[in-house]
C-alpha cells in the first residue's frame, strides 16, 4: 500500500524556525511532483510550495524567500524548510505526491507559531 507520512511539526515562537518532512512508499513509478498544503481552521486548504521531479519549484507569495522546497527523489522524500515563521504561518501542514493521474495525501501535520 501507498503510504505518505508527514514529520517536522511542533510549536514554534515567531521567528523561529522548522524542518517538515515526507516520506511516500509503496510507489513503484517515479512521483511527478511533490508538494506542500496547508489549512487554519474555518478556511480553505492552500497550496504552500511545490516541485516537480526535474527540481523546479513554486511557491505561495505568503512564503517566498522564507520557505524552501526540496525532494530527495532517491528517497521519495520531500522537505519544507520554513524560516521567519509568524504567526498566521500556523495550520495544519498536508504532504501531496502526485504519480501520474492519482494523488496521495498525508495525514497532516501541526505547525504552531506563537507571539
Known amino acids: 500500500q501507498i503510504q505518505v507520512v508527514e514529520s517536522g511539526g511542533g510549536l514554534v515562537q515567531s521567528g523561529g524556525s522548522l524542518r517538515l518532512s515526507c516520506a511516500a512508499s509503496?510507489?513503484?513509478?517515479?512521483?511527478?511532483?511533490m508538494g506542500w498544503f496547508r489549512q487554519a481552521p474555518g478556511k480553505q486548504r492552500k497550496l504552500v510550495a511545490d516541485i516537480v521531479s526535474s527540481g523546479t519549484t513554486n511557491y505561495a507569495d505568503s512564503v517566498k524567500g522564507r520557505f524552501t522546497i526540496s525532494r530527495d527523489n532517491a528517497k521519495n522524500t520531500v522537505y519544507l524548510q520554513m524560516n521567519d515563521l509568524k504567526p498566521e504561518d500556523t495550520a495544519v501542514y498536508y504532504c501531496?505526491?502526485?504519480?501520474?493521474?492519482?494523488?496521495?495525501w498525508g495525514q497532516g501535520t501541526q505547525v504552531t507559531v506563537s507571539s
Open positions: 501531496c505526491v502526485d504519480v501520474h493521474y492519482n494523488r496521495y
Open positions: 509503496g510507489i513503484g513509478a517515479s512521483i511527478d511532483s
